[in-house]
């Protein structure tokens, strides 16, 4: 089967970060505020007011991992008569604010690979919500960033990534395509509930970018020191409703629905970490057995960053010891769940000290449910 390598990866970060004390006194303000107006709501129908809890960093650190995140604007989430970002409609004339994204994740993905834009046969954005359904957000990136070929959109939530991986490593195997920019723009702050308690300090926002291209294009290319050769990808799915968000043009239809909060992110946290875990530990195992290799063979697993406790309970698994830093990266304390850009996050912070043969694990998990992963040996 044709070689089939990652070339080169980039991420964009956005420039203002909000600390969990931050968030959490934005939440408690507007509790405060909420509870106040239900007391004087029940009062006057002579009823016990359902009062709301107030959040707390201690809890968000101990059950997540996360210490803060990224967003796209700090000011609308942080101000409690409005939590959620403030971002103004832009013409149709200009870049869109997630191409803008992806087009900064891919210039570094380019600069590392070695390559210029119009080398591209194609773009493939792959994320979680794309703020409008067509023209699609990967043919805009294509047309600004001066690429060739093709160019689409697909969603499988937080393993959009990986299924994205594999989807350009089968266009370069099939031969359509030679190169593929692959890209996570990825606004989670857009559609989280910043009013609700369980789930409020969930994600933040970044976008990433990988180049996956034929082997032997790469390996021409002398001044390419960065690839990795990519072993296998894997992927499932398999239906649930413990990650849901009922968003979309049909809730025009039934207007009574409308801003409901199905209409973003719900999940049931706790059967989600029960459910995926073991999932995603014997995901990874099988994927490694069909390719005759062991987790003795691994020196890394780039897990998807949802929460601390799920990937040193997967690492566990996989692993069969205690994992370090070293062979599970963190980067959700300091960018929170990044959706589909988390493991990418962690395979482009945490894949410069591999040496010729060195293998690892990119895998991500989440709604669908969805499980992917890709085994990747350093050139
Ligand atoms: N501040 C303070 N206390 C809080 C709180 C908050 N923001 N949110 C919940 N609590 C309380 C709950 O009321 C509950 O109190 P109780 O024990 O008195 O009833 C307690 O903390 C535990 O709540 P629970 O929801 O069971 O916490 P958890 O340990 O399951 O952690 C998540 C919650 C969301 C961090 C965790 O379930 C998780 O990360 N799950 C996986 C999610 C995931 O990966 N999703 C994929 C998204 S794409």
Known sequence: ???????GTGLYTPPNA?????????????????NQRRVIEAAESNSEPVLLQE???AFIEKASGIRSR??????????????????????DDKPSIQCEMALQAAKGALSQAKLEPEQLDGVIVACSNFQRPYPAIAVEV??????????YDMNVACS???????AACDAIRSGSARRILMVNPEICSGHLNFR????????????????????KLAAARVNNKNSFRVLGSKLWTGFSNNIRNNFGFMNRTEPDGEGKPDKLFVQNGRKVFKDVCPKVA????EHLSSLDLSTSDLKRLWLHQANLNMNLLVARKVLGHEPSLAEAPVILDEYANTSSAGSIIAFHKHSMDFNTGDKGVICSFGAGYSVGSVVVEKT
């Not at 909000?18 to 909420?34: A, P």
């Not at 014997?282 to 195992?285: A, D, K, P, V």
Request: glycine share 8%.
């Open 1 to 7: 089967m044709k070689e089939v390598v990652i070339s």
């Open 18 to 34: 909000i600390s969990n004390d931050q968030l959490v006194d934005s939440f408690n303000t507007w509790v405060q505020l909420e």
């Open 55 to 57: 959040s707390s960093s």
């Open 70 to 91: 990224y967003v796209v604007d700090t000011d609308g989430i942080l101000d409690p008569l409005n939590m959620c970002p403030r971002l103004s409609e832009r013409p």
């Open 142 to 151: 294509q047309h600004y960033l001066g690429a060739g070929g093709f160019a």
């Open 160 to 166: 959009s990534a990986t299924f994205g991986i594999q």
């Open 196 to 215: 609700d308690r369980d789930s409020h300090f969930i994600f933040g926002d970044a976008c990433t970018a990988v180049i996956i291209e034929a082997g």
């Open 282 to 285: 014997e995901h990874i195992t």
